[in-house]
């Protein structure tokens, strides 16, 4: 039976009675994912940096810097210190900015329970090493996998926030440690499903980001729904051919955490990915596009490690090299659009996987019809 669909009965207050969970950050996301965490019935923790904003969520029950107008669950306890916010959970879950991971595990570290699973909620790649956040928590920590794990998935948070419904996919190597943070993290709104392929859901994560600054920046210059549905459609395989090749199961990209992710991130102006890239489009230079936005994107941050780590591999990204050249002022964003297709005028394949295509979806098409059986 294949991990990349199967899902997970809605936690609630009587399954996670008691279950004590942390989560480092108060952007938006991780305000938004202390919130499902708490509507799931969990003993939550968020951790801000600033104590005034611990407060105001603690005794007002709002974020509004980035969560206007939403009103905070009762039971969400806040604290600036890392000593209480962390003591006692089992689930630590982190939101900051990938470029800052390293930092806050280490500040983290003295104050962990020694069987505690930490889980990214972060969608990036560290900028001087190249790696993944669960590498990043490893190398940091080393910590074993199965203490690892990452959720990704279509979560625009301010959306999810006002209890919207969607879903998200919880990964980790050990299935069960996997299906312990989506119980936790499934809430009437919010349902979650469990894979093993950490790293096919954390690239689509990151991945889905390049292209959504893509689709950002032609919808700056005014390019149609045409040429925003071919870069998805192509951004798409170049996601799935480098993730393939990191070693990834193709069918996550399909799933939540690659297609699911990609098409709300490039078609919601909610999205900091794709306002970035609009911005910039729109002839902003990336230091009055962080001014105005006053929040990370982390796309813009990816696409360099991204590009190594393609090269390395052998893997051509034509869509992300183009994004590069309009962030480093080397291509107008015009351009963008008519270079979407190939790197050059030979006509190339749709899909370049290891596999042949169709061995790989016949194999993801026995898989579903095994599963439904």
């Given amino acids: 039976m294949s991990t990349n669909s199967i899902p997970v009965v809605r936690g609630n207050g009587t399954r996670n009675r008691g279950r004590k969970v942390a989560v480092i950050g108060s952007g938006s996301w991780g305000t938004t994912f202390a919130k499902i965490l708490t ?54 879950f982190l939101a900051v900015p ?65 209890e919207q419904p969607t879903g998200a996919v919880a990964s980790c190597v050990d299935l069960a440690v996997a299906e312990e943070i989506a119980t936790a993290a499934s809430a ?37 729904e045409n040429t925003k549905a071919a870069i998805i459609t192509r951004g ?45 489009g729109q002839g902003y230079s990336q230091e009055e596009t962080r001014e105005q936005m006053q929040q990370v994107a982390e796309g813009i941050t990816s696409v360099p490690p991204v590009l190594e780590l393609a090269r390395e591999r052998g893997i051509v990204m034509p869509i992300v090299e183009q994004v590069q050249m309009v962030l480093s002022g080397t291509m107008a964003p015009a351009n963008l659009g008519p270079h979407l297709a190939t790197e050059d005028d030979v006509p190339r394949p749709e899909q370049r996987l290891e596999a042949p295509a169709e061995g790989r979806w016949r194999r993801l098409v026995n898989r579903m019809k095994g599963n439904s059986a």
Wanted: proline share 5%; net charge neutral; glycine share 10%.
């Fill in 98 to 162: 990938s470029q800052t991971l390293r930092q806050n595990l280490l500040d983290i570290e003295p104050f962990l329970d020694r069987r505690s699973v930490l889980v990214s909620l972060v969608k990036g790649v560290e900028k001087t090493t190249t790696m993944r956040m669960s590498e990043v928590i490893a190398d940091t920590l080393d910590l074993p996998p199965e203490r690892i794990g990452a959720v990704s998935g279509p979560n625009i948070a301010l959306e999810i926030a006002k």
């Fill in 236 to 280: 798409l395989a170049e996601m799935t051919e480098f993730s393939v090749a990191s070693g990834a199961d193709p069918a996550t990209l399909s799933g939540l955490a690659g297609l699911g992710d990609l098409i709300a991130t490039c078609q919601s102006p909610l999205s900091r990915n794709n306002t970035a890239g609009r911005l910039i």
């Fill in 39 to 92: 509507d799931a019935g969990c003993d939550v923790t968020i951790w801000a940096r600033r104590p005034e904003l611990a407060n105001e969520i603690q005794v007002a029950r709002r974020n509004t810097q980035y969560l206007p107008g939403i009103n905070l669950p009762k039971g969400l306890a806040a604290t600036s210190d890392l000593a209480t916010a962390l003591r006692g959970a089992r689930l630590v």
């Fill in 188 to 224: 009437p709104y919010f349902r979650t499903y469990v894979n093993t392929d950490v790293i096919g859901t954390e690239l689509g994560g990151v991945l889905k980001n390049l292209i959504a600054l893509a689709i950002g920046i032609v919808d700056g210059v005014g390019y149609g």
